[in-house]
């Protein structure tokens, strides 16, 4: 109804309401029904940019790893039966995966970890752990084996490194971004912790075991391998240990 006042300022609403010789309250109601639209739309934008966000995120290191495949599957012009199946069968499950995710960062009505949850939550089909947080939680365990055992079964050439597949491994970018936000945020937290801590009358067995556990979150954290898939707090590290 009010679509063709979206465009206009605060200021060019009010003028062009007085032009027209409204009701003031008339007025007012146009008003705050425009401005309201308005925010809307701005909140509608800001969750469909954060969405976005979320799937390529997710997306990225699984098409980085698909192109890897590819180029592995080439390399060197290795005919070896079972290392073509393999990687065969591996870069078939990537595509397939990749599909069906990009189908969903198209429409953009969840993120991966809602999208997740949802299908978790409805108990149907294979449970996706972590809540979606990395490509690899996508593919049920009972298609991964298969693969990883192909994998396995493929002749290893001295000095050759062997192909693993579904790791948890993101794009060297990411994984810089991922670990420098991480190791600052725990690093504040414990920072939190520790100055609570001294201005304390009388120690507290568990605020010091939780110290002691984020010291140990912040090693490991500094220790995680190049590509290695950086989690989104220290508590997923230190369930791990």
Same mark, same amino acid.
């Given at each position: ?9 605060? =200021?060019? !609403?009010?003028? $062009? ?6 009701? *003031? ?5 146009? %008003?705050? &029904? ?64 990749? =599909?069906? !995710?990009?189908? $969903? ?6 993120? *991966? ?5 949802? %299908?978790? &939550? ?120």
């Amino acid at each position: 109804m009010y679509e063709s006042y979206l465009k206009l300022t605060a =200021n060019q !609403l009010h003028m $062009h309401l007085l032009k027209r010789k409204m009701h *003031p309250a008339e007025m007012d109601k146009i %008003k705050r &029904d425009v401005a309201e639209m308005k925010e809307s739309i701005r909140v509608a934008r800001i969750a469909r940019t954060h969405r976005k966000a979320e799937w390529a995120h997710l997306l990225k290191p699984l098409q980085y790893e698909l192109n890897n495949a590819k180029v592995g599957r080439a390399y060197n012009g290795d005919t070896c039966p079972h290392r073509i199946e393999a990687f065969d069968a591996y870069i078939a499950v990537m595509e397939k995966l990749n =599909n069906v !995710l990009s189908g $969903h960062k198209s429409n953009l009505e969840y993120t *991966p970890i809602q999208l997740a949850r949802k %299908k978790n &939550d409805s108990a149907k089909g294979s449970h996706i752990p972590n809540n979606g947080e990395h490509w690899t939680d996508w593919v049920p365990e009972r298609i991964k084996q298969p693969i990883h055992d192909a994998f396995m079964a493929i002749p290893h050439k001295p000095k050759a490194k062997r192909k693993i597949p579904f790791l948890r491994t993101v794009t060297p970018t990411q994984h810089l971004d991922a670990k420098f936000r991480l190791y600052n945020a725990t690093k504040k937290e414990l920072e939190s912790l520790e100055r609570r801590s001294s201005i304390a009358l009388c120690a507290d067995e568990k605020h010091e075991a939780k110290i002691a556990q984020i010291k140990e979150a912040l090693k490991i954290i500094e220790a995680l391998d190049d590509n290695q898939h950086v989690p989104a707090t220290w508590h997923t590290i230190v369930g791990n240990i």
